[in-house]
T-cell receptor, first 113, second 117 residues
Framework: AQSVTQPDIHITVSEGASLELRCNYS??????LFWYVQSPGQGLQLLLK??????LVQGIKGFEAEFKRSQSSFNLRKPSVHWSDAAEYFC???????????FGTGTRLQVFP | DADVTQTPRNRITKTGKRIMLECSQT?????MYWYRQDPGLGLRLIYY???????NKGEISDGYSVSRQAQAKFSLSLESAIPNQTALYFC????????????????FGPGTRLTVL
């Protein structure tokens, strides 16, 4: 069955440091992949998505993600974290290319000044 | 004004009570979804609707029902609330995917925090 795994429940970084959030998927074919962010007290917002083509995807707020088929991964990166990036981040994959999303369990990012 | 609104934002109720959570959207999207979020479990799909006459069960529909009153409105009901339905509930919308199934972006409301005592 399809699944999405986010191995890190909680990550803490200092402001200005680089960030990588991990996402691994289980899927028979090349999946569509999404990263969403949930800021405190708010709903989820799409950061970026991958369908095909260039494996490095640029998103909003300076985030990027790289699709690596060999590792079944779609890790989210940012070269320099800002305090406003503190939030919970969710990786998601559609259920067998339907419009139902399967979400990972999320990674909570804490940013220290 | 927000594109996807949810009411109420917070609700405390007692076991056995009937509760309705409402979602409205001004995005003009056909597709609407209800999720619940529990700590450590991510978001799980309760029900979804691809148009006014189309209602489908999601992963965890037991104990819930929905009503799609119009394109813009999608309500979630708990007929007899129980404590393990305490969670954060999100409504989301999406447009019919132009690039094929599974490609649409979902737009989320701010959530309703429900506590069942």
């Amino acid at each position: 069955a399809q699944s999405v795994t986010q191995p890190d429940i909680h990550i803490t970084v200092s402001e200005g440091a680089s960030l990588e959030l991990r996402c691994n998927y289980s899927y028979g074919a090349t999946p569509y992949l999404f990263w969403y962010v949930q800021s405190p007290g708010q709903g989820l917002q799409l950061l970026l998505k991958y369908f095909s083509g260039d494996t490095l995807v640029q998103g909003i707020k300076g985030f990027e993600a790289e699709f690596k088929r060999s590792q079944s991964s779609f890790n989210l990166r940012k070269p320099s974290v800002h305090w406003s990036d503190a939030a919970e981040y969710f990786c998601a994959v559609p259920y067998y290319n339907t419009d139902k999303l399967i979400f990972g369990t999320g990674t909570r990012l804490q940013v220290f000044p | 004004d927000a594109d996807v609104t949810q009411t109420p934002r917070n609700r405390i109720t007692k076991t056995g009570k009937r509760i309705m959570l409402e979602c409205s959207q001004t995005k003009g999207h056909d597709r609407m979804y209800w999720y619940r979020q529990d700590p450590g479990l991510g978001l799980r799909l309760i029900y979804y609707s691809f148009d006014v006459k189309d209602i489908n069960k999601g992963e965890i529909s037991d104990g819930y029902s929905v009503s799609r009153q119009a394109q813009a409105k999608f309500s979630l009901s708990l007929e007899s609330a129980i404590p393990n339905q305490t969670a954060l509930y999100f409504c989301a919308t999406s447009d019919s995917p132009g690039q094929g199934a599974g490609t649409d972006t979902q737009y989320f409301g701010p959530g309703t925090r429900l506590t069942v005592l």
